[in-house]
């Protein structure tokens, strides 16, 4: 068994670093867009032999490191009660957005173990599949990002909707809030116990706030998301792009194994910053650097593991893959990794 | 004549810190969508007697201590051949975009004093009109910010076009940046010779890139164009917003009289970074505070005074007012500016 993501998140010595990518189950595959193809998008996130089809894809064929299950982070608010569409182009959409405190009523209690069965049944099914190939990683939304998405309906700019809502009925939102944290927590521990290894929580739309909003309506639940999942007893990865500044708070306040860093922080800054905690990080690559040729993609890859310095550092991409982005260039990146040695 | 912007940019004793907004004249006045209803966006940029009507609107209306010249950053690619057009809703166009090196060489020369008279004229205009009341602030976007725009067509959320034309073609991209460095430095000083007494560059899509491309694509060109600028004799702002981790090597670097901070950078913390360098400060109210209630507005305008410490600082937003917000609680904003006293 290939157990260097799970030595790498504990801080343990390794050979190398292990390397797996933010939505590496994704449109440049194409044998991710033939299944695509025959299935819209929440079919495959609710038919977990489709789910486990890509999910094993990116470990089949580009030899990663670690299996994250294909799943979607608007799971959560869907099993709640809201009405939610993916369409090709357009993205997500709730057709039924939180605009005032008195729709808070209407949203659901949720037990993942019934609402959310299917995620799941697909993470059994990926473990059993992956025969321990490599170890396999669950995830969710964080409830900022979660309540974000949940008062906008859908992606946004500047997400003035949500942030008006903070500003007008602050009360309201921290209720909110505080709901989807113990779920968010729940839903993580039910994901442990179907088989996932290890866990790991996208503060996806951090940077829609400032310092002072981000530690008063993202990192307290963000960090009560991270507790309840730690219970579960596997390594769990906080990720909050676009708050690079917050490194140190997100680390010291959540008490996460693993802290993602975007690829806007500069790599060693972040290695400098979070030295002497008891955190490994994951990251960086700019994912927009795939579509340089391999050569360079070799070389700043190289440069990025140089400056994380070898130990407690999960590689990655600084964001998910983008979907046109030819494989050629994604394997030249996994490659890079598995060829380099610490100086 | 009311100084306060210009000595506070020079970093002289003040009674109390200037205000002014970005995008004070905007749609959330009534007043400017009146103007607006009658006429569309490109002719009320290319109309100096409309220009200047919404220039002067919030100083009349909100009394804040600086105007700034109506106009867009897109009129310099505009002026270089690219056909431009503004919608409602989805926002600027250019119908042309470059996609490769090729593409560079339909772009025309350009002389200021000749392409861009309209906005020229339009200062001359708000500068008599203004009749000493405030200074007036001219301004142009930055170098990569404008060929970001230019090879995307239009606003995007990852500006993954710009930035793969960045790794598959760096070498015609440098050209580019080069050429409109070099044009917006002249733009920039031939607005203050037609009776601007300061300038902002806006890097508005700065946060596109990380720190490396940053350091190889941004930062050199909007040095460059600030270089340019300052040989006018007046204050230079530079503001880049979604790059605070960059704040040190832009006024190191740039050498700009004033750096703007955005609304994601804890004010304290610019301060104590950019502490001893002889730069003045500008920013950073979080936009999206103005939804909440003006007595929450003046506690956080204050507590942002407070950080900045009230001298060398600019008071204003970390980004522009936003179309929606009620103009009461713009007028909130400054009314908390003109309250507050040092401590």
Known sequence: MNDLFLRACRREPVERPPVWMMRQAGRYLPEYRAVRDGSDFLTMVRTPELAVAVTLQPVDILGVDAAIIFSDILVVPQAMGMTLTVEEGTGPRFHDPLRSAGDLDRLREVSPE???RYVLDALRLARTSLGGRVPL??????PWTL???MVEGSGTKAFTRAKRFLAEQPRSAHLLLERLAALVGRFLAAQVAAGAQAVQLFDSWAAALGPRDFREFALPY???SVR?????GVPVIA??????????????RTGADVIGVDW???AADARRRLAGRPVALQGNLDPTWLYGEPSAIRDRTHAMLDAFGGVGHVANLGHGILPDVPVAHAEAFVEAVKEWRRR
Request: negative net charge.
């Open 114 to 116: 019934e609402d959310l």
């Open 239 to 252: 990720f909050a792009p676009g708050a690079g500044w917050a490194l140190e708070e997100i680390a010291d």
């Open 222 to 224: 963000l960090a009560e």
């Open 264 to 266: 806007q922080t500069d």
């Open 228 to 232: 309840l999942a730690k219970q579960a």
């Open 137 to 142: 990683i669950g995830f969710a939304g964080a």
């Open 147 to 149: 309540m974000s998405y």
